[in-house]
């Protein structure tokens, strides 16, 4: 709350409702910092118990505790390098493609009118709707399959041999398929922020003499800098525990070349039932992706939270 | 020399006729299953792609046949709505606190909030599933309900608070002084002027509702099963199935694109996070 | 207040179905295979007979319905009445006390029919824990067209070089025609199912009788050689991501010349509806090499019913039904007699079935000659011709199926791949405690 020094209302009354305000604060938040706590500290201390445990459901009535060894065999597992490399390619480039064809696409639907905007805008966010598992299985069966795709029949009509993309390019195609669905939301966002750009400013940079590239390097790109960083925050979040995309198309393989944190972890949890390795897993996974976090506020997270 | 009127027109059919195979490029794949759900299984598989056949409504009569889509679909509107009603429910007066009444914690308390959703689902699915189990609630849609508010929430409460953020404080600090007590300052002061950023953080709280995969199919099994289960009941490693899972797919995304479709411009809105002014 | 009213009308709404039930109902869970679908259509005429028992479908893919049931059954969830699951889950989850043993079956049901292979693989101790839906092995489908016009002729028990000549002879990628289709897809009960069978014929074995893993041996070489080499030469693109279904697809199609697979699929290549070549499919055994033992796998799907769950005596009557002679007879009668459930019985096999199924004699004498206790040419510690019947085999078949399918794509020499799975298994064995 900010009182400015020219604040002309009684102090008397200032304090009276700041001091009502600060209790009714801290009692309107604590419903919901209670819950997120519940729904935090009660599965995390779970797993941890389970972490330090030896518990495979196939067989639950053998549970001894082993100490760190979960950590150990899941951080020497042969996918875990692999997987914690692919999980920052993945989110990085999907990162990457979300918001320079993001600002790219938007930038050319708002530069003039021209005939169906509307219609190429609701075209352009709609796979934003669909489901993860459907969008996966849609790209696998209709789109990237080397017989019976669209692009085996694209590559087919070019005279070439067709790709068998999930592989041959398991990494690059599950980020097509992720990068399909959140680009959208990358445009949508980033396209309402063009919108609210000052035209007069714009048309006052052109008469000046500044050139359409100049313009949106020195004047478009400062303006969308704050939903930039919403889009790289907010994606990051959902990229970080990609999972359906990978499950569906390629399962992980072949070998650890598609295998991400996540799916590494259902792979201990779901295929392998060894839920102590799991919930090790898990852990990993938490402190990876705070560090991320950490990371990604220092970056951008002065934007995000104060006030331009 | 071309005139600044031609020029503009010219201008306007070139950037018109690259949006527009932008957006069909990004489109396709849907257009492609919508296509895909009316042929038959065999002209499904066919190459090259067919774009011209006869088409079918096999593939819906098969649903239709197999499996109750209403009870699905129901299901997924109930857990949806109900979810997103209970999320604001919370998230609306925690907003309103940290909006207006921020402290040094505010923002620590945020960020926190925001990093609850890094905890990879599959990490905890033994945890829930065990608490589920104890309380009774496997394949009950008020497990979903809970769990849905529980993973929406940081988002929700963040949107929330960005979009008070932008309302300023005089406005509250007057219908305060007039004597309105704290319900009467948020019912009649502060909901009506967040409308329009409120209705958006539903619609994308709807929207992630309706999608979720990951709890809806493992911790449901008929009663409670949403439209994500359906899906899943239709692809299969034996059998033919294309077409027939391009029909379910339809079916299953229709709804939650058609309410997009008509709501975008709300959506937007919400979506700003107060980036947009 | 908007919001309130309605989510207590959501509340409401929740509260509501509880009051429903009066009658029983079972929750059955099954997998998303045509035999099944049909059971649930079929399902229909049950009610009719037993008005006081409702069923209610879960129909899922094969992976995630495992996932599933071992969740629910492991936890004690109670979530399901009916499970549908194969011959390694009802072994091992028999023995853990995880499933009603099918005790006091009626004289009307004959349990004696069953094939005893099939009813051995589904039993422990001799206690038969689950009731044979469907019953598969592995057998060769080629195209007799293709063959005849190439002047080729399939030997009754061909041996995988045999196989791999004739995939030379009639590989034409041009024409959109692939010399043979065989499993590529990463999975314990996918790729590894299809090289088990290959490795068991060149005279391999998973462990030795100590359970040290054997892979770096000269029969795992061989065998992987083999099968990625001829794969990659005159298989189709994409091998590596085609499981059952999309060969299937593919065979269909009129794009694989040869193809095995399980023994599930003659009714589906033979079905006009759904093949273009239904009229030039030939059927012959698996292919052997060193030995035929353990060449053809044997699996069987089977309906079981959890200790945990409410309705114990419905479920049983329920799996009963769909395993009785009694529905043969009815899908006989609906579906056409060629689409009667496989495998499990001998009273199946009737002059009529014979006749009207062209996949059903190497089917009955493959199904008759596995021995599931004797797998392979060398002794084993274990039971299983295509899977090891341990906790630890998916986790292991899991890891080296992902192995041999980079084998395939050339991510890695077959070398590579068979030092990786020997290392990745012998790893599992010591954490099981199997290996010191």
Redesign the interface.
């Known amino acids: 709350?900010?009182t400015s020094a020219l604040d002309t209302?009684p102090p008397a009354?200032q304090t009276k409702?700041r001091k009502?305000?600060?209790k009714?604060?801290?009692?309107?938040?604590s419903?919901?910092?209670l819950?997120?706590l519940l729904?935090?500290v009660?599965?995390?201390a779970?797993?941890l118990y389970?972490s330090t445990i030896r518990y495979?459901?196939?067989?639950?009535d053998e549970e001894s505790f082993v100490g760190l060894e979960n950590f150990e065999?899941f951080l020497t597992d042969?996918g875990f390098m692999p997987g914690a490399l692919n999980t920052l390619t993945l989110v990085g480039s999907v990162l990457l493609i979300s918001v320079v064809f993001g600002v790219l696409?938007s930038a050319?639907?708002e530069?003039?009118?021209?005939?169906?905007?509307g219609?190429?805008?609701?075209?352009?966010?709609?796979?934003?709707?669909?489901?993860?598992?459907?969008?996966a299985?849609?790209?696998k069966?209709?789109?990237f399959?080397?017989?019976?795709?669209?692009l085996?029949?694209v590559w087919?009509?070019f005279g070439a041999?067709?790709v068998?993309w999930?592989?041959?390019h398991p990494l690059f195609s599950i980020i097509m398929i992720v990068s399909?669905q959140w680009?959208?939301?990358a445009i949508?966002?980033l396209?309402?922020?063009m919108?609210?750009l000052d035209q007069e400013q714009k048309e006052a940079a052109r008469l000046e003499g500044a050139g359409p590239i100049a313009i949106f390097w020195h004047l478009t790109l400062p303006h969308l800098a704050?939903?930039i960083?919403?889009v790289v925050?907010?994606e990051t979040?959902f990229l970080?525990?990609i999972?359906?995309e990978i499950f569906?198309t390629?399962?992980?393989?072949?070998?650890?070349?598609s295998t991400n944190?996540?799916y590494l972890?259902?792979?201990q949890?779901?295929?392998?039932?060894?839920?102590g390795m799991?919930?090790a897993?898990?852990?990993i996974?938490?402190v990876i992706?705070?560090i991320a976090?950490l990371v990604l506020?220092r970056l951008i997270?002065k934007s995000l939270?104060d006030?331009q | 020399m071309l005139t600044l009127k031609q020029k503009r027109s010219l201008q306007s059919l070139l950037v018109g006729c690259a949006a527009w195979l932008i957006a069909g490029l990004i489109f396709f794949p849907i257009f492609w299953m919508v296509l895909t759900s009316f042929k038959t299984e065999l002209a499904a598989f066919a190459t090259p792609p067919q774009f011209i056949f006869t088409p079918t409504l096999e593939n819906y009569l098969h649903i239709n046949d197999r499996s109750d889509y209403f009870s699905y679909a129901w299901n997924s509107v109930l857990i949806s709505f109900a979810a997103t009603a209970l999320c604001m429910l919370v998230a609306v007066p925690a907003a309103y606190s940290m909006a207006f009444f921020e402290t040094k914690r505010t923002k620590g308390t945020l960020l926190w909030m925001l990093s609850t959703k890094m905890l990879p689902p599959v990490g905890v699915l033994m945890p829930i599933y065990l608490i589920c189990k104890s309380l009774g609630m496997l394949d009950s849609r008020l497990a979903l309900i809970v769990i849905y508010t529980l993973i929406n929430l940081p988002i929700v409460i963040w949107m929330v608070y960005t979009y008070f953020k932008d309302i300023p404080v005089d406005i509250l600090e007057a219908a305060r002084l007039d004597g309105a007590t704290t319900l009467q300052e948020i019912s009649r002061v502060l909901l009506p002027i967040a409308r329009g950023g409120l209705a958006s953080t539903m619609l994308l709280s709807l929207i992630l509702c309706w999608n979720e995969a990951f709890w809806s199919l493992n911790l449901t099994s008929s009663a409670a099963a949403p439209l994500t289960a359906l899906v899943a009941s239709y692809s299969s490693p034996e059998g033919l199935f294309w077409a027939k899972l391009s029909a379910v797919s339809t079916l299953a995304c229709a709804p939650i694109l058609i309410l997009g479709w008509i709501s975008q411009k709300q959506l937007v809105r919400g979506l700003s996070f107060g980036a947009v002014k | 207040m908007n919001k309130l009213s309605l989510a207590l009308a959501a509340t409401a709404c929740l509260a509501l179905p509880g009051l429903t039930l009066a009658a029983e109902t079972l929750t059955i869970a099954t997998v998303n295979n045509s035999d099944m679908i049909r059971m649930q259509r079929l399902s229909k005429t049950f009610e009719a007979e037993h008005p006081d028992i409702k069923l209610k479908w879960v129909v899922l893919e094969e992976n995630v319905l495992r996932q599933r049931l071992t969740t629910d059954i492991a936890t004690q969830g109670g979530q399901f009445d009916v499970l549908t699951i194969g011959m390694y889950e009802a072994s091992l989850w028999g023995a853990k006390g995880w499933l009603e043993p099918m005790t006091d079956l009626s004289a009307e049901y004959d349990a004696e029919d069953i094939f005893p292979s099939v009813r051995d693989g589904l039993s422990v101790k001799g206690q038969l824990y689950a009731l044979p839906f469907y019953a598969e092995s592995s057998i060769t489908y080629y195209r007799t067209d293709l063959f005849k016009d190439a002047g080729l002729k399939m030997p009754e028990h061909p041996t995988w070089t045999q196989m791999a000549n004739f995939a030379a002879k009639l590989h034409a990628p041009d024409k959109d025609q692939y010399g043979i289709c065989l499993r590529g897809k990463a999975g314990w009960g996918e790729n590894m199912a299809l090289i088990s069978t290959v490795a068991n014929a060149f005279g391999a074995r998973w462990f030795d009788e100590n359970w040290k893993p054997e892979f770096t041996g000269s029969e795992w070489t061989s065998a992987l050689n083999f099968y990625v080499d001829t794969l990659s030469k005159y298989g189709p693109p994409g091998a590596s991501s085609n499981g059952f279904n999309e060969n299937l697809a593919l065979f269909n199609s009129g794009k694989c010349a040869m193809w095995v697979d399980a023994s599930v699929a003659g009714s589906f290549v033979t079905d006009k509806s759904q093949s273009k070549v239904a009229d030039h499919v030939g059927f012959t055994f698996a292919p052997i090499q060193a030995t035929s033992k353990g060449s053809s796998w044997l699996y069987s799907w089977a309906l079981a019913i959890p200790t945990s769950s409410k309705e114990k005596d419905a479920a049983k009557t329920f799996s009963m039904w769909a395993t009785s002679k009694a529905y043969s007879e009815l899908v006989a009668k609906t579906d056409g007699i060629a689409n009667v459930p496989p495998g499990t019985r001998a009273s199946t096999y009737t002059d009529a079935y014979m006749a009207a199924a062209p996949f059903a004699k190497v089917t009955l004498e493959s199904l008759k000659s596995i021995d599931p206790n004797k797998p392979t040419l060398k002794p084993v510690p274990y039971v299983g011709v295509q899977l090891v019947t341990i906790p630890e085999f998916q986790a292991i078949g899991t890891q080296v199926g992902k192995q041999f399918a980079a084998a395939l794509t050339g991510g890695m020499s077959v070398q590579q791949a068979l030092q990786g799975a020997q290392t990745a298994t012998e790893r599992q064995m010591k954490r099981a405690g199997y290996l010191k």
Not at chain 1, 111 to 117: D, K, L, M, P, Y
Not at chain 1, 130 to 135: E, R
């Open positions: 709350m900010t209302s009354t409702s009502r305000g600060l009714i604060g801290w009692f309107l938040v419903p919901s910092v819950l997120l729904w935090m009660v599965p995390l779970m797993t389970f495979n459901l196939l067989y639950p065999y042969p696409i050319l639907l530069a003039c009118e021209f005939w169906g905007r219609i190429v805008r609701v075209m352009l966010i709609s796979p934003f709707f669909i489901m993860p598992t459907v969008s299985l849609l790209w069966n209709l789109i399959h080397p017989v019976s795709g669209i085996a029949a087919k009509f041999q067709p068998d999930l592989a041959q399909w680009l959208p939301f949508l966002l396209m309402t922020a919108q609210s704050r939903p960083a919403v925050m907010i979040i970080l525990s999972f359906a569906t390629t399962s992980g393989g072949p070998g650890f070349e944190l996540a972890i259902y792979n949890a779901l295929l392998q039932f060894d839920v799991a919930s897993g898990g852990l996974a938490v992706a705070n976090a506020i997270g939270t006030k």
